[in-house]
């Protein structure tokens, strides 16, 4: 069965400097790979998808994500941290054999000033 | 489009009593998840409806129900409430399920 992995509960990176989130999934290509932003006390908030159309994805923000089928691997990157990205990310892919998506258990990302 | 709304958005209860949650999603989807999220356990499946069918459901026990209507609209009950049952429980809706989810602002539950 599909599953998600997120490397680090929380990752910490210093205003301006490179944003790295990782995520890893274990089985087939899943028709679809997303990553989601939750803010403090709100919903979490679409940030990219990816749909096999290309392995870079470009999201809002300033974020992107790649692609690596052969690492079985959904980064998400930054080039330059602002304080504003100071929240909660999750992974997501869609489940091989129904309807659900799977989630990684989320990265708090925390920037220092 | 109006975008996934939830109500209410703050919620006190006892042990004991019982509560119901409602979504309005996107108008056009057919799919509504629901999720719970506590700092210790993440965030957690609980069911999906589609068609006012459920069609997925996760490891949660049978005090936690759903239900859809015809126009897409769902709510969520949790009866006999206990002190684990406080979290954000969010909402997310899609057109068909297994695509992209639109999440609504969530129903923050505290149960004293």
């Known amino acids: 069965a599909q599953s998600v992995t997120q490397l680090g509960s929380h990752v910490s990176v210093s205003e301006g400097a490179l944003v790295l989130l990782r995520c890893n999934y274990s089985?087939?290509?899943?028709?679809?790979l997303f990553w989601y932003v939750q803010y403090p006390n709100q919903g979490l908030q679409l940030l990219l998808k990816?749909?096999?159309?290309a392995t870079l994805v470009k999201g809002i923000n300033g974020f992107e994500a790649e692609f690596k089928k052969s690492e079985t691997s959904f980064h998400l990157t930054k080039p330059s941290a602002h304080m504003s990205d100071a929240a909660e990310y999750f992974c997501?892919?869609?489940?091989?054999?129904?309807?659900?998506?799977?989630w990684g258990a989320g990265t708090k990302l925390i920037i220092k000033p | 489009k109006a975008g996934v709304t939830q109500t209410p958005r703050y919620l006190i209860k006892t042990r004991g009593q019982q509560v119901t949650l409602s979504c309005s999603p996107i108008?056009?989807?057919?799919?509504v998840s629901w999720y719970q999220q506590t700092p210790g356990q993440g965030l957690q499946f609980l069911f999906e409806?589609?068609?006012?069918?459920?069609?997925n459901k996760g490891n949660f026990p049978g005090r936690f129900s759903g239900r859809q209507f015809s126009n897409s609209r769902s709510e969520m009950n949790v009866s006999t409430l206990e002190l684990g049952d406080s979290a954000l429980y969010l909402c997310?809706?899609?057109?068909?399920?297994?695509?992209?989810?639109?999440f609504g602002p969530g129903t923050r539950l505290l149960v004293l």
């Open positions: 997310a809706s899609s057109v068909l399920g297994g695509e992209t989810q639109y």
């Open positions: 108008s056009g989807h057919r799919s």
């Open positions: 409806y589609f068609s006012e069918t459920q069609r």
């Open positions: 089985s087939s290509v899943p028709p679809y």
């Open positions: 990816y749909t096999s159309a």
């Open positions: 997501a892919v869609t489940s091989d054999s129904n309807y659900q998506l799977i």
